[in-house]
T-cell receptor, first 114, second 113 residues
């Protein structure tokens, strides 16, 4: 299967701990997006990459959040000093990067902060 | 700024009945619109997309949507609901510059036997 993969699928952590999520996009896709989805809401944009360059960050992405995409391949999203409000599903998507191209989503990482 | 509004957070239909999920958009430029479906604890799967070609768009699993500029709407329909259609459905508009998706709050579809 060559879809978007995310690891881990579930993460339970204690408040104040750091967590890191990984996303592997479809291999030929040069755009990679991160979204956050809280219970009962639609996904909200966090940040996106064109190859290795991070081109936009949402105001939702506080200074405790950092994302990287070294070499334009996989991406990581790190949350430092987690808070209970960080509990959510974190979704990754990738696309070919041509205008208005379809985004393919991974299964998501569900974070629970105790 | 672009946005979408989904009317009705829950819709319930009987198996075999018509499915109608409503979505209205706001955009200062010609929009690109999408419908995604999400099953429990899974990511999003694209049902269909409107990219300024035909106004009636056919998607997977028998779903279709009609783009109506005069009504700023992009409602999702299916003639006959199946039990397997029970899921959360999201309407989204694509940002003109970055292609990031701006989602509605979703509509949960329940299908009763």
């Amino acid at each position: 299967d060559t879809g978007v993969s995310q690891d881990p699928r579930h993460k339970i952590t204690k408040r104040g701990q750091n967590v890191t999520f990984r996303c592997d996009p479809i291999s030929e896709h040069n755009r990679l997006y991160w979204y956050r989805q809280t219970l009962g809401q639609g996904p909200e944009f966090l940040t996106y990459f064109q190859n290795e360059a991070q081109l936009e960050k949402s105001r939702l992405l506080s200074d405790r959040f950092s994302a990287e995409r070294p070499k334009g391949s996989f991406s990581t999203l790190e949350i430092q000093r987690t808070e209970q409000g960080d509990s959510a599903m974190y979704l990754c998507a990738s696309s070919l990067g041509r205008t208005r191209n379809e985004q393919f989503f991974g299964p998501g990482t569900r974070l629970t902060v105790l | 700024a672009q946005s979408v509004t989904q009317l009705g957070s829950h819709v319930s239909v009987s198996e075999g009945a018509l499915v109608l999920l409503r979505c209205n958009y706001s955009s200062s430029v010609p929009p690109y619109l999408f419908w995604y479906v999400q099953y429990p604890n899974q990511g999003l799967q694209l049902l269909l997309k409107y990219t300024s070609a035909a106004t009636l768009v056919k998607g997977i699993n028998g779903f279709e949507a009609e783009f109506k500029k005069s009504e700023t709407s992009f409602h999702l329909t299916k003639p006959s609901a199946h039990m397997s259609d029970a899921a959360e459905y999201f309407c989204a508009v694509s940002d003109h510059n970055t292609d990031k998706l701006i989602f509605g709050t979703g509509t949960r579809l329940q299908v009763f036997p």
